[in-house]
Structures are given as C-alpha cells and as structure tokens.
C-alpha cells in the first residue's frame, strides 16, 4: 500500500507561526529603521556625566589638575561627532596658584562608513576659545613643563622600524577635510614680569587623501601687530615613511615684512629657497619675541641645504641697513661646539648695529676717535660669547663704515678656537695701507683683547689728521705702529682698561702744504706717545726742524677722562737749538661758559731760529721772549699777562674779545714800556 501522507498542521497553529513571523519581521523592520535613523539622521546624547571621569583621566595624564565645566555631547550616527567644553588646565601649584591653559569648545567630526574603508575621514575639527598664559620665572622655572614619568628605555631598531610603518599606515588613512581654529590668545610673562601677547584670530587647514596639505592663519602679536601665513605641503602620506621629497612652501606677511620658503624636505634634511624683506628688522623681533641687530631696512635671500647636524647656506645675498654681503656659509653641528667656515664679501660693512643692541637706524657716523669710544662703551656684546662657538671665514669689506677715516679695501682672516680669536687683517686707512691682526681671547679671565696696526715705508697720507686733527702734513713714514690692547667683557669694561701706544720712526715730513704758504720741514726719528690704562698720557719726540735737533715731551689726562669729560691738562716742552717753548694749562671745547685755557712761553736767543719755524724771512738776530695765558669760551677770548720782548724792546698787553649788545667787541690795553725802534727796523 502506498505511505500516507503527512497530515497539514492545524489551522490555529499556522495562525500562530504567521503571527511570529509578522512579529518578528516587525521587530527587524524596526530595528532596521533604528538604526537607518541613528546611521542617516543621528542621535545626541548628552555626555555630561562623563566629564569627571574625562577630567580625572587628564589630571592622571598631564599630572596637573583639571576640570571640566562645559558641555560635553556626543552625536551616534553615521557621521558621528563629540562636543566638549570648558576644559581647564591648571599651573603646576593647582588653580590656587594660577590657570595655565583653558578651552572654550573642541569639535571633532568622522565619517563611519569611510572607516569600513580604512580610512580616518576627519569631516571637521574645530576649536575656539582656547587661551594659555605661560610664566617663566626667574629661576628658570616654568608653568608649562609637566611631570611625565621617565619614557621606557627604546627597543631596538626593528621596534622604531614598526613604529614608522604604524605612522605611515596612519597617514594612509588619513583624510582630513577640514581643521578650524578660533580665538586663540597667548600669554607669555617674561623672567621680568613682562607680558608678551600672541593672538590667533582664525586658523583654517585640510589635508584630502592624496592631496596637498594646507594651512593659513592671521592674528596678531601684542594685540596690536597683525600677522598672515600661508603653508603648503604635500601629501600627509608622503610625508611619513617615504624616501621621496615632500615639497614645502611658506610665506609669512608682519607689517612691512615678508618671509618665503619654497622647496622641499626628505626624511631628516632638505633644500629651501629662503628670501626674506622688511623695512625694519625690529619687526621680527615683534613677531619671534627675539632680539636682532638694530639694522633698519633689511633684505636677504640664499638657497639652504640641512641636516641634523649640518646647514650649508649658498648664493647668500643681503643687505642689513648700511651692510651688504655675498658669499657662503656652512654650520656644522658634529663638534663639541657650532662651526661656522666660509666667506662673505661686504661691498660695506657696519658694525655697529652688531655690536650694540640700542644702536639707533639713523645714526650718524662717528667723527672721530672720541666718538668711536664713546659708542665703544655703550655697545652690548660679549666677548664669552667666543666661547660658543668654532669659526673659520674670510672677510672682504670694500668700504668699513661707522669707523673714523676712511677705510676700505679691509681684508680679515677671522679664526677662532677654543675660544681664542686670531684675525689677521689688512686695510687701507685714510689712503695708508695698514696690516696687523685683531686677537682676543675669552677663555681667559677676564677676557682680554688686542690690535695692532702698522706700515713700513709709506705715504703719511691723512694719518696725521686723522690722529691729532692737523692739517697741511705730507711726507713718509719708515715705520708707524698703533697697539691697543684691553681686557673685559662688554664694551664698558674693555674702554675703560684700554692701553693704547703709537710709535712713529724715521719720518720726514713738513706742514703748512696750503695753497700760498711756504712748507716747513721737519723729521721724527723717534716719537712715542703712551696711554696705559687709567694712567695719564706721556710721550716724547726727538727729530729735527729746519735742520736743527728737536726734543719734546708731551703729557696729559687719562684716556677716559679725555674722552667721558672732553678736557685734559696738558704740559708741552719744546727744544730747538736755543728755541725754548711750553705749553701748560687745559684743553677742552669751547663752551657756553668755559673753554681752552693756557699758559705759554717761549723764549729764543735768536730771532731767526723762531721765523724759520714760521716758514717767515729771518732779519737780524736778537732776543726774543713771548709768555702770556689765552682762554676762550663759545663766543669770546681774551689774552692776559702778555709780554713780548725783543731785544731791548718790551711790550705788555691783554687783549680780549667780548659781546655788547650782541655785537663783538675787541678790546686792547698795551704798554710800552721800551721800544728800540732801530733794532726793531732791522
């Protein structure tokens, strides 16, 4: 017989299989919707709740308390994002002691489905608010500094081989459409309690997948100075882990200033066209809160090429205020110290901007070696600053400004070592070719300085004028030294220990070359003036005049009081066959209410040996004596005590200049008390 079939299912229990099946449809239909709603519209918690256990993890991080005072919410969707708020960071002392950083609000924006594609698709970060205070105190402490615990010691090679292929699989998946900044305000108090000011008003950057990174921010710096860049990069993930170059370009706009870089890097080294323009370099100092040479106007540009260790700058061409420059540089970093080698040529050269941080832009050039001192001893630098560093360049400088006389055509071997500097140098002062070499050493204690300069069988040109202000002298010089040494540290110290001596031998020479005048010749075998630190002037002459021997001595007031004071005593002795001359009394510049005063007498046996100094005809010989005392202000002069005589004859006089009624008025008392005028006649 044939099986029987099985029998249907009651009807009741269809009914019921067809209930579940709806029942559960409906429940996956719903839950379907639920999570389309959550995956296409999204749902917001409030976050709250989490903020002490967010702050307790960051006060457990940084090691700083923190809290949170601010909204806290998260968005489950598709394109999930997080809101957090009033985030505080406070100084090392708790926010008893002070508030180091805080933040108004973040946001981050993702998109999950790229994440399915392995790839971090960031669709907004965002922050504003954010402001920071950083106090450097005097001990050299901070507020910034956390207190991390000590880093595990680094595995070996093949860990930092995982480490950088984690890092460009990171960079892989990134894709970052857009990254915002507002608000941002920094506080930089100083070790003396000086606030510094850096605002950013608006950051905005993205980095695509596959696409170039870019960035651009403005603010301002001590909310007064607006500032502008614009970065742009390569790719993020070209940037990590790859061997080939990833272009960079930055430009910078503060005020008159603009700063480019155009080029590329590679792992740990690169190549950058750097230029860069300002009316005033003191503009960066505004914007780096650094410190930089007081030049005014500056342009530079130069293609640089680096390592870590290593920077070897080419084609440098600038100019800084009155100093231009050419040449190349290299900065090794492989050494117990920075090595600086290379050269440079300076069509002009002004050191003062250098060597003093007050230097002003407009400064005018010094006059004369009064000047000069005087900037000397205000001028900032260092002389332990030689201690930092190796440096090995050739200097050419056209035209040396800033400096009395005229120099160019200066040429410098700057070598230093150890902190010992050896810069032997050559140059042409006032049509005068000069050599010697500039020596300092800061290893030693104080540090000490010295140069010398000389020249064999030369021109005089205009070292007389430039030396003792005297016109109308030519002639030759078989040698002339000048050595200065002095020890300290700035400028102040250095002047003040300044040791100064110049020699001139065997020179032959006249003044009065003017135009209708008769030149007067003379020699100096041997003169010698010293100026040893803190101690008066000394110095003697022997040589010859109009053919007949002279001797002289010379003294007078400590360098820095001749040159802080402008005064000096002076005591000049003169002896020429039976000439007899001194000088004696105070030199200074004439004044409102003072002035040069001095006591002369000069006495001959013969009147021709004083007319031959004279450069005048020599008459019959007698006699003659002329003493008296000069003085002289701004505007007058007088001459008092004046006797003169010649011969048998003698004449006593005062003469003086004085202002009536603003005019001049000369006046004259004179007393003959004998006047051969036979003699006199002839």
């Not at 991080?61 to 957090?84: H, K």
Request: hydrophobic content about 45%; proline content about 5%; some cysteine.
């Amino acid at each position: 017989m044939p099986e029987a079939l099985p029998s249907r299912p009651p009807r009741r229990l269809r009914r019921l299989l067809r209930l579940l099946l709806v029942t559960v449809a409906g429940i996956v239909g719903l839950v379907a919707a639920a999570l389309a709603y959550v995956a296409f519209v999204g749902v917001t918690l409030d976050a709250s709740f989490l903020r002490d256990e967010l702050a307790a993890a960051f006060s457990q991080a940084l090691r700083r308390e923190v809290r949170f005072d601010g909204p806290a919410q998260l968005e489950i969707s598709g394109e999930p994002w997080l809101r957090v708020g009033g985030l505080h960071v406070a100084d090392p002392g708790g926010f008893a002691a002070g508030t180091l950083a805080s933040l108004g609000e973040a946001r981050l924006a993702v998109d999950l489905w790229q994440l399915l594609r392995k790839r971090v698709h960031i669709r907004e970060l965002s922050g504003s608010g954010l402001r920071a205070r950083l106090v450097q105190r005097r001990d050299g402490s901070n507020n910034w500094t956390f207190d991390f615990p000590s880093a595990a010691a680094p595995e070996p090679a093949a860990a930092a081989t995982d480490t950088t292929a984690a890092a460009k699989d990171a960079a892989l998946m990134l894709d970052i459409r857009k990254v915002t900044l507002e608000q941002l305000a920094v506080e930089y108090v100083d070790r003396d309690g000086r606030s510094h000011f850096f605002d950013l008003a608006k950051l905005e950057g993205s980095s695509p997948q596959g696409e170039p990174l870019r960035v651009t921010m403005r603010g301002a710096v001590e909310k007064s100075f607006p500032y502008d860049v614009a970065f742009t990069g390569g790719p993020l993930s070209d940037l990590v882990g790859s061997a080939k170059p990833w272009p960079v370009k930055l430009r910078v706009e503060f005020l008159s200033t603009v700063l480019n870089l155009d080029g590329h890097v590679q792992g740990t080294g690169g190549e950058l066209d750097f230029s860069m323009g300002t009316e005033k370099l003191s503009e960066l100092e505004r914007l780096l809160q650094d410190t930089f040479p007081k030049v005014g106007a500056t342009a530079i540009a130069c293609h640089v090429k680096f390592d870590p260790t290593r920077v070897e700058v080419t084609n440098l061409t600038g100019v800084m205020g009155r100093t231009s420059l050419r040449g190349e540089l290299t900065f090794d970093n492989r050494g117990e110290r920075p090595a600086l080698k290379g050269r440079l040529d300076l069509p002009t050269l002004d050191l003062r901007p250098f060597l003093n941080d007050n230097a002003k832009d407009d400064e005018e050039d010094p006059k004369s070696f009064r000047d000069t001192y005087r900037e000397l001893a205000q001028a900032t630098f260092s002389l332990k600053a030689l201690r930092n560093a190796e440096v090995d360049v050739e200097l050419a400088v056209d035209r040396w400004l800033s400096l009395p006389g005229n120099v160019r055509d200066a040429t410098l071997a700057v070598r230093l070592h150890d902190g010992r500097l050896e810069a032997p140098i050559a140059a042409t002062v006032t049509d005068v070719a000069l050599r010697g070499a500039i020596r300092a050493d800061a290893a030693a204690d104080p540090p000490k300085f010295a140069l010398s300069l000389g020249t064999e069988d030369s021109d005089l040109g205009g070292l007389a004028e430039l030396l003792s202000g005297a016109r109308g002298i030519q002639g030759r010089l078989a040698r002339f030294a000048l050595d200065v040494k002095a020890e300290g540290d700035q400028g102040a110290e250095l002047v003040r220990s300044l040791d100064v001596r110049l020699a001139v031998d065997r020179g032959r020479f006249s003044y009065g070359n003017f135009d209708g005048s008769r030149p007067v010749a003379f020699t100096l075998d041997r003169f010698l003036v010293a100026l040893p630190a803190g101690r008066p002037l000394s110095g003697e002459l022997q040589g010859s005049l109009l053919a007949q021997p002279v001797r002289a001595k010379l003294s007078g007031g400590t360098l820095e009081k001749v040159m802080e004071d402008e005064r000096t005593p002076l005591d000049f002795e003169v002896r020429s066959g039976s000439v007899r001359a001194h000088l004696q009394g105070i030199l200074q510049a004439p004044g409102a209410d003072r002035g040069p005063a001095l006591a002369f007498d000069l006495t001959a046996d013969r009147t021709s040996d004083v007319t031959r100094w004279l450069g005048l005809p020599a008459g019959a010989s007698a006699r003659v004596s002329l003493r008296g005392k000069a003085s002289m202000t701004e505007t007058d002069w007088r001459i008092d005590d004046l006797a003169f005589q010649l011969g048998r004859s003698r004449i006593d006089a005062a003469l003086a200049r004085t202002t009536a009624d603003g005019r001049p008025l000369v006046q004259l008392k004179l007393d003959a008390a004998l006047v051969d005028v036979a003699e006199l006649q002839s």
